[in-house]
T-cell receptor, first 114, second 113 residues
Framework: SQTIHQWPATLVQPVGSPLSLECTVE??????LYWYRQAAGRGLQLLFY??????ISSEVPQNLSASRPQDRQFILSSKKLLLSDSGFYLC?????????????FGNGTRLTVT | GDSVTQMEGPVTLSEEAFLTINCTYT??????LFWYVQYPGEGLQLLLK?????DKGSNKGFEATYRKETTSFHLEKGSVQVSDSAVYFC????????????FGTGTRLLVSP
């Protein structure tokens, strides 16, 4: 069966520090991968998605970036965190070419920038 | 652009009460509609979905009907349990071939014994 792992679960970082959140998927190949952010009192905002290794699409301009160095690995990064980067970050995957199939989410990373 | 509007929470109910969480959407085409549930400390799980008008999605006693005329997808359950306490998200997908869900802000449900 397929599983998705996301870490760390919680993170407290000072303003201006770098960030690296990692997500890996097991039990499937060539998935579509996504990073969402959930800010307090707001819905889920799609940040990045990827259809393959090295292929990243950005939905929202910001100081975050994403990379996909391997088929089932998706990394969210920042060189210098801002207070506004605080939130709950969710990684998700979906099978390629499967319309109307659901997104499968990881358990999320709660990031607090102080 | 495409959007989803959910009722403000929290919704507070006693066990065995009837639940309705309202969801309306704005879309230029014919989206698929989803309800996701987020239990405390966890990621989101798909609860149910409907892919065309008049479809009814159902799972774990929850139901929602895709109403094109009112652009709505309200979530209902006849008798809630304490274990249903969670945050519920309504979402749409425009079926563009690459699924980019648009989510509502979520509605927190609190069920007391």
């Amino acid at each position: 069966s397929q599983t998705i792992h996301q870490w760390p679960a919680t993170l407290v970082q000072p303003v201006g520090s770098p960030l690296s959140l990692e997500c890996t998927v097991e039990g499937t190949s060539n998935p579509n991968l996504y990073w969402y952010r959930q800010a307090a009192g707001r819905g889920l905002q799609l940040l990045f998605y990827s259809v393959g290794i090295g292929q990243i699409s950005s939905e929202v301009p910001q100081n975050l970036s994403a990379s996909r160095p391997q088929d089932r690995q998706f990394i969210l990064s920042s060189k210098k965190l801002l207070l506004s980067d605080s939130g709950f970050y969710l990684c998700a995957w979906k099978g390629q070419g499967k319309y109307n199939s659901p997104l499968h989410f990881g358990n999320g990373t709660r990031l607090t920038v102080t | 652009g495409d959007s989803v509007t959910q009722m403000e929470g929290p919704v507070t109910l006693s066990e065995e009460a009837f639940l309705t969480i309202n969801c309306t959407y704005t879309a230029t085409g014919y989206p698929s509609l989803f309800w996701y549930v987020q239990y405390p400390g966890e990621g989101l799980q798909l609860l149910l979905k409907a892919t065309k008008a008049d479809d009814k999605g159902s799972n774990k006693g929850f139901e929602a009907t895709y109403r094109k005329e009112t652009t709505s997808f309200h979530l209902e359950k006849g008798s809630v349990q304490v274990s249903d306490s969670a945050v519920y998200f309504c979402a749409l997908d425009m079926n563009t071939g690459f699924q980019k869900l648009v989510f509502g802000t979520g509605t927190r449900l609190l069920v007391s014994p």
